[in-house]
């Protein structure tokens, strides 16, 4: 079955203000996500999975955390963290279940019952020379 990507971060990855480590620990967690984005796995089966201590996996997930690209959902009763990806930024089974899951995500937004993601709105790909002035939007 193919899955549809979200564009939302793919086409604006490289702006995003985190390591190149982290860049490439997200799309470990877009791999290994269900559709809609909920991650089956906690933090030290990622740690045994990519081969990384449970202290490096939370150093990869708290920039992506603090832009809300990973959620980490209320405790429910077991011990550890868990873990999700917004789902502006999760895989789909369908273009269709991407649209209504969009849809529902934006009014959960608006409720307040989702945060918003804290990426750069960027317009234009910045110069390839030089340092560029690159600010969370």
Not at 38 to 45: A, F, I, Y
Not at 101 to 112: D, E
Request: hydrophobic share 40%; charged share 20%.
């Amino acid at each position: 079955m193919a899955e549809v990507m979200s564009p939302i971060c793919s086409e604006r990855i490289w702006a995003l203000p985190i390591s190149g480590a982290a860049v490439k620990f997200l799309q470990y967690l877009i791999h290994r996500s269900d559709f809609g984005g909920h991650l089956p796995v906690r933090q030290k089966d990622m740690a045994r999975e990519y081969n990384i201590t449970p202290q490096a996996v939370s150093n990869l997930m708290a920039p992506l955390c603090d832009l809300n690209i990973v959620l980490r959902p209320r405790n429910d009763g077991r011990r550890g963290n868990s873990y999700r990806l917004h789902p502006l930024v999760a895989k789909y089974a369908t273009p269709e279940d991407m649209e209504a899951a969009f849809r529902h995500t934006l009014k959960s937004i608006k409720a307040g019952e989702l945060p918003n993601l804290k990426m750069p709105s960027y317009v234009s790909v910045p110069p390839a020379s030089g340092k560029p002035q690159l600010e969370v939007a």
